[in-house]
């Protein structure tokens, strides 16, 4: 699996979806949404919940439903009956599983090695229906070890983590970059279309 800071980025990748669609200038306005920023972040890492009892237990329960489209699905909506985020249905539904389906969307292109090989673990996509896991033949991301405690502290998981920083962090400073600019322009926008719808008053009290 991919760190907790991968998927916590993108967690925030879909905190920034949401105030898109909530049309809110984060610059400004941040702060009055960390309870939905927490609830995100919170949702894009819940698919690694099920390593919990492999470490109590030792046995093999990663990646298992939990990283399926089915489990995506029923958490999104089971997210929508207890808080509508966006506050109707289908956005806040369509928000949950973005923060859900990253988590997915990661893991599967998480592997040991990066570069084209076969070192992805895969994940259970269609979970129930039979066959091999899934898995991309492109590796972007380090996965981390967590059978163990001594595991979780070693130095490999400590390189996942930087990259994970540096990489994660670079797309993340990318999509910011372009949602300042996206705000920015629609703002000038906006004045440009308000000087117009008064242009024409100016001109009729002038020639008055």
């Known amino acids: 699996m991919a760190s907790p800071i991968a998927h916590s980025f993108a967690g925030f990748w ?5 105030a898109e669609q909530m049309k809110i200038r984060l610059g400004e306005q941040w702060r009055r949404y960390m309870a939905q ?10 698919a ?20 399926s489209l089915l489990a995506a699905i029923l958490a999104s ?10 506050g109707t249905f289908w956005s806040s539904f369509g928000i949950y599983f ?4 990253s988590h997915l969307v990661i893991d599967f292109f998480t592997g040991t090695q990066l570069g084209w090989n076969h070192s992805g673990a895969g994940i259970p996509l269609f979970w129930p229906w039979p066959g091999n896991d899934i898995r991309s033949l492109l590796v972007l991301i380090y996965g981390v070890n967590h059978g163990s405690v001594s595991a979780i502290f070693s130095v490999a998981n400590l390189r996942a983590v930087c990259y994970d920083v540096i990489f ?9 970059l372009w949602q300042t600019r996206h705000l920015r322009n629609n703002r000038n926008m906006s004045q440009r279309r308000e000087i117009g719808r008064h242009q024409p008053e100016y001109q009729t009290a002038d020639r008055g």
């Open 168 to 176: 994660f962090g670079c797309i993340t400073t990318g999509i910011i």
């Open 48 to 67: 690694d919940l099920d390593f919990i009892p492999e470490l109590l237990f030792h046995k093999d329960y990663h990646r298992g439903f939990s990283h």
């Open 98 to 101: 973005a923060a859900y389906g």
């Open 77 to 86: 909506l089971a997210l929508t009956w207890i808080w509508k985020i966006t």
């Open 37 to 46: 920023l927490c609830l995100l972040i919170c949702v894009a890492n819940l």
């Open 14 to 18: 879909s905190f920034v979806l949401f």
